[in-house]
């Protein structure tokens, strides 16, 4: 089981990095192309839209995570499974002709006159992605049986055939003749192709739908609907606690402070990504266990995800101290090369968004989303509360501190209401985490003494780079290759609680 759990894990995330590969050399070739054919003003349109679309992608107002849930829980019960698919399909339904009733709505107030033509294209581009959004929600289901069969494998290929297909596509409607509203049709399109996919890979196999209008239950669709408001208040609490720092930013510091910011932004919100890809393989099993009533190896899941993604947490903020003056300078310039060291700070919130991977599946699991949801707005009110006078006191670099403060807040305040969850100590817990930590600890000052030490010897910058980032691969090669263990005897030692139900 464990080497099955190891080797889906390692295939799954090979799969993903590929498709973030993919996609980010495209985007380098794609952007100046696309800003000399439509010019300035369509491009910043394109690319907020491109940017809404990128985070809709994950938004799906709880819905999915909810039916995932669910299924993950009652894995080998197929009655069940119907009962909770068609529940949830009724439930997106309902939301998709919402979106659709809104879109329409937006389209009679351009040909009522309601619209200024001069307000052009906003509104056609706001009713195309909410139609998008509409039809991706119920097609979205069946990811949610992708991901409760654990079959990242398949979405991973349909994510790379997505973004295969917009590179190639976009380029070649704007060489036709084609403009803004062409792209963002096409690109439109491709995304809800992207969950279609997965509809027809689940009824190729399984020769049928798991649609049974009969079996929708009206108090389970409430019960799904409990779950998922609180799911979509931590998918929004997420949205705010960065992505729309750039109008924080212009509104305190002016609006000459917003671009370098908005770099940063960029390149943290790449390395979430990367953070995202590489725990969500764990949200499934977690739920899985949770569901079987294995609640210490549904906890030492969690900290097994909390452990890889702290880990690549750390590691990218090294990174950024090491190679951040370099690659800004070649990405946007000398100019902001000045840049990496609030960048380098920056990356801290990251190790805070990995033990928020980590422990959301968990706390969904056993049915405490409600506390999630109060834990990820409870961030983002620790940082409004910092930002003002950190900001007074540091400018830009204060809503960085404030972002990072409020992040080591919220993940020390989730680990302890798991510690309460559990029913053990807090200092047992911390222990625990500290020990699945070491490695990576160890690592880093090994990495950083060896930097200094190349430095000294006069090595090149290129070579001292190449050999730090080679050390990385092959621990990150060997953590996930090693094999999972879902019982750990020291778990047992410090949780009894968890023991008595496993």
Not at 128 to 138: D, G, Q, R
Not at 171 to 182: C, R
Not at 307 to 312: D, E, P, R, T
Request: charged share 10%; proline share 4%.
């Amino acid at each position: 089981m464990a080497k099955a759990i190891t080797k889906g894990y390692a295939s799954s995330t090979v799969i993903r990095l590929l498709a973030i590969g993919l996609n980010a050399v495209g985007a380098l070739l794609l952007l100046p192309f696309v800003l000399k054919a439509l010019g300035a003003n369509d491009f910043g349109i394109w690319a907020m839209a491109t940017s809404i679309t990128g985070y809709l992608l994950l938004l799906d107002f709880g819905i999915a995570l909810a039916c995932t849930r669910y299924l993950s829980v009652n894995a080998e019960d197929q009655a069940g499974w119907r009962r909770t698919f068609s529940s949830s399909f009724a439930l997106s339904l309902g939301l998709a002709a919402l979106l659709l009733l809104v879109a329409g709505l937006v389209q009679v107030g351009v040909y009522s006159g309601l619209l200024p033509a001069s307000y052009q294209p906003m509104p056609n581009v706001i009713s195309l992605l909410l139609v998008e959004v509409a039809l991706s929600i119920p097609l979205r289901l069946y990811q949610s049986i992708l991901r409760a069969e654990m079959r990242y494998v398949e979405i991973g290929l349909f994510e790379i055939v997505r973004i295969v297909l917009r590179l190639l596509g976009i380029p070649l409607i704007l060489w036709a003749g084609g403009g803004l509203m062409s792209i963002l049709v096409y690109a439109s399109a491709v995304n809800v192709l992207f969950f279609a996919l997965m509809l027809i890979n689940v009824y190729r196999r399984d020769r049928t739908l798991y649609i049974d209008w009969q079996t929708v239950d009206w108090v389970h669709v409430r019960e799904l609907f409990n779950f998922s408001k609180y799911a979509a208040v931590t998918q929004v609490a997420e949205f705010f606690k960065y992505r729309t720092d750039n109008v924080l930013v212009g509104i305190l510091l002016g609006v000459s402070a917003v671009a370098p910011y908005a770099i940063m932004v960029v390149v943290v919100d790449m390395l979430t990504q990367i953070l995202m890809r590489f725990q969500s393989y764990w949200d499934t099993l977690i739920m899985r266990h949770a569901g079987e009533h294995r609640l210490a190896s549904a906890l030492d899941t969690t900290l097994k995800s909390l452990q890889i993604g702290v880990s690549l947490a750390l590691l990218a903020t090294f990174d950024t101290w090491l190679l951040g003056t370099h690659f800004l300078s070649l990405w946007v310039g000398e100019t902001y090369a000045h840049l990496a060291l609030p960048l380098t700070l920056f990356t801290l919130i990251l190790p805070g968004l990995a033990v928020q991977l980590a422990t959301s599946p968990y706390f969904n699991a056993l049915g405490k989303q409600r506390s999630n949801a109060g834990l990820a707005l409870l961030e983002i009110l620790i940082k409004l509360v910092l930002l003002l006078p950190l900001t007074k006191l540091f400018a830009a670099d204060g809503v960085i501190y404030a972002s990072v403060l409020a992040a080591f807040g919220a993940a020390v305040l989730r680990l302890r209401v798991m510690a309460g969850i559990v029913q053990c100590s807090p200092l047992h817990l911390t222990r625990m985490v500290i020990c699945k930590l070491m490695p990576v600890l160890v690592l880093l000052g090994v990495l950083w003494s060896l930097t200094l030490l190349l430095e000294l010897a006069g090595m090149p910058a290129l070579f001292t780079a190449a050999l730090i980032l080679a050390l990385q691969l092959i621990y990150l090669l060997f953590s996930i290759k090693k094999p999972t263990y879902t019982h750990h005897p020291a778990l047992h030692a410090i949780c009894p609680s968890p023991r008595s139900t496993s």
